[in-house]
């Protein structure tokens, strides 16, 4: 066989196999007529010092930096944490939202609750299905998505209390896109998984409660 299809067929191989895990961890994808299935992305903000939350709010203000968040999650899936939801207070327009929660429900238009990410997944319509936070959430969903979508702060936050989740960068392929922001500045990372994995060493995680504050981390 050349090599060019052997390579190939190796990759089809890793997607399938990431596809089938996909269906396994949520559950329904593979009956749910998903075929068309999109990617699992992750959004987040973070600073120098890997903060992204104090006091229940994103500690930072910066005209342009959700832009992204909004072209990204409109039409699709944006699945968060209760406290993430609760700190927006209300569902965002024009794409399904998901809360994750076990101890609230909240039920609207293009709004529902699930009781764990599996079951979150299980729900979501997508295409695109991008979770959100806070810290469980993205800690809890690493080893499944496709990318991440991590905008840079250029600033250092003292005493913050909710932090982004250490990972396996080396999983990742990083580039930097455009920066923006006036007197705080921000560029966006593209942290897209270099190959289809996302089996065994992900396996262990899925069942753990990750949403506690002890499991927090700081850089
Ligand atoms: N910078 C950013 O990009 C960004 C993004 C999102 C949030 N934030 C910030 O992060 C902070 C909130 O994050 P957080 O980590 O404290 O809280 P969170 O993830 O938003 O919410 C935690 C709650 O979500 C539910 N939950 C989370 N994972 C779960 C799971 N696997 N299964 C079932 N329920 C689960 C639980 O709700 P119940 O207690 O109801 O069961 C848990 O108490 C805020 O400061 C917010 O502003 C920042």
Redesign the pocket.
Known sequence: MLHQEMEKEKHLEGVFSFSLYRNNLSGKFFHSGREDEGLIGL????SKNNV???????PWRIKGEQKLFRELTTGNTVI??????E?IGHSLPNRQNIV?????KFEGENLVTA???QEALALAKGPDIYI??????YR?AIPYVDVMYITEVDLTVEDG??FFPEFAETDFDVTAGESGGDEIRFTRTTYTRKEAKAHESCAAGADQ???G?EQ?VRR
């Not at 992204?52 to 994103?58: A, E, L, V």
């Not at 968060?80 to 939801?85: D, L, N, T």
């Not at 959100?132 to 959430?137: F, P, Q």
């Open positions: 959004i987040a903000a973070r992204i939350g104090k006091d229940g709010r994103i968060m944490g209760r406290k993430s939801y700190e994750v929660s076990r101890t609230k009781a764990s990410l959100a936070g806070g810290y469980g959430l809890e209390d909710v409660d990750l949403s504050p927090k």
